[in-house]
Nanobody, 127 residues
Framework: QVQLVESGGGLVQPGGSLRLSCAVS????????IGWFRQAPGKEREGVSC????????YYADSVKGRFTMSRDNAKNMLYLQLNSLKPEDTAVYYC????????????????????WGQGTQVTVSS
């Protein structure tokens, strides 16, 4: 049974940092393309960062480049997202998702594509 479980969200002040985790079960982490997405109230879900199954290709949305870093631990089947220099506009529910047959990781993120989704973790950036 495929399961993705996010954790690590919370309330943080502008300029602060958080580390999100996604525990994956039901398939090896390098079996599908996988990524982080977010959805703010009243907005569509958007891709934050996506990585190919091999890890050779990584995509970051322009809005998070230089501030967010995705990493994965294949041995632990864990995906991470380090969020630095957080801004109020980063407030959203953050999801991890896996795509069985992505065209490219950029397409996966830009189109917010995923076949398996976690339940999300709330990140709130506010003073």
């Amino acid at each position: 049974q495929v399961q993705l479980v996010e954790s690590g969200g919370g309330l943080v002040q502008p300029g602060g940092s958080l580390r999100l985790s996604c525990a994956v079960s039901g398939f090896p982490l390098d079996y599908y393309a996988i990524g982080w997405f977010r959805q703010a109230p009243g907005k569509e879900r958007e891709g934050v960062s996506c990585i190919s199954r091999s890890g050779a290709s990584t995509y970051y949305a322009d809005s998070v480049k230089g501030r967010f870093t995705m990493s994965r631990d294949n041995a632990k089947n864990m995906l991470y997202l380090q969020l630095n220099s957080l801004k109020p506009e980063d407030t959203a529910v953050y999801y991890c998702a896996a795509d069985v047959t992505p065209t490219t990781v950029e397409a996966m993120c830009v189109m917010a594509q995923g076949d398996y989704w976690g339940q999300g973790t709330q990140v709130t950036v506010s003073s």
